[in-house]
């Protein structure tokens, strides 16, 4: 009986399509996965573990609260052309034991059924986000002068991205710096 129940819910999962690896999960429905329990490879030697759209990272056991703590802030859907999905993930991580933060803006992409990171840059105290039209965007962020304090930079940088079909992926247009006022 165990054995014809077990066949008999194989059978229900394969005609539903509930049965399957997670990049079939991902790639099937990228514009509306909800990545809060993702993973999220941010360097060589940096890769996380949300959970729950958090996580807390202390640097020992012992330690009480969190060091640093990671969310994501925003997640956006990017159509660069017909047939091409993406998702623009914006991951926050804030120094709660200290002073500092950085911001991620994080591409994935499906192709041939794989789930990847086609962009991955990081911003020190955060960025913010810019859709210009379907095929180009542009990240704001702080740019420091050698003799700017921590607390703020006293320029800007704007990075304009453009998608590139025969490369299929964004690529780096234009950078420009510009006074804070």
């Given at each position: 009986?165990?054995?014809?129940?077990?066949?008999?819910t194989?059978?229900?999962?394969?005609l539903?399509?509930?049965?399957g690896?997670a990049?079939?999960e991902y790639?099937n429905?990228?514009?509306d996965?909800?990545?809060s329990?993702?993973?999220?490879k941010?360097?060589?030697?940096e890769t996380?573990?949300l959970?729950?759209?958090?996580l807390?990272?202390?640097?020992?056991?012992?330690?009480?609260?969190?060091?640093?703590?990671?969310?994501?802030?925003?997640?956006?859907?990017?159509?660069?052309?017909?047939g091409?999905?993406?998702?623009l993930?914006?991951?926050?991580?804030?120094?709660?034991?200290?002073?500092?933060a950085?911001?991620?803006?994080i591409?994935?992409?499906?192709?041939?059924?794989?789930?990847?990171?086609i962009?991955?840059?990081?911003?020190?105290?955060?960025?913010?986000?810019?859709?210009?039209?379907p095929?180009?965007?542009s990240i704001k962020?702080g740019?420091?002068?050698?003799?700017?304090p921590?607390s703020g930079p006293?320029?800007?940088?704007?990075?304009?991205?453009?998608?590139?079909?025969?490369?299929g992926k964004?690529?780096?247009?234009?950078s420009?710096?510009?006074k804070?006022?």
């Amino acid at each position: 009986m165990k054995y014809l129940l077990s066949i008999l819910t194989f059978f229900i999962l394969t005609l539903l399509g509930s049965y399957g690896n997670a990049a079939d999960e991902y790639c099937n429905n990228i514009l509306d996965y909800d990545f809060s329990n993702s993973g999220f490879k941010l360097s060589k030697r940096e890769t996380i573990q949300l959970k729950n759209n958090f996580l807390c990272e202390k640097l020992d056991s012992e330690q009480k609260g969190c060091e640093w703590e990671y969310n994501i802030s925003e997640t956006i859907s990017l159509k660069p052309e017909p047939g091409v999905n993406l998702k623009l993930i914006h991951l926050y991580k804030n120094h709660v034991a200290g002073s500092g933060a950085w911001g991620y803006a994080i591409i994935f992409q499906c192709k041939d059924n794989e789930l990847s990171q086609i962009l991955m840059n990081e911003y020190f105290y955060d960025f913010t986000f810019q859709q210009n039209n379907p095929d180009t965007f542009s990240i704001k962020s702080g740019y420091w002068q050698p003799d700017d304090p921590m607390s703020g930079p006293t320029s800007g940088k704007i990075e304009k991205y453009t998608w590139n079909p025969k490369l299929g992926k964004y690529v780096l247009k234009s950078s420009e710096l510009y006074k804070k006022q």
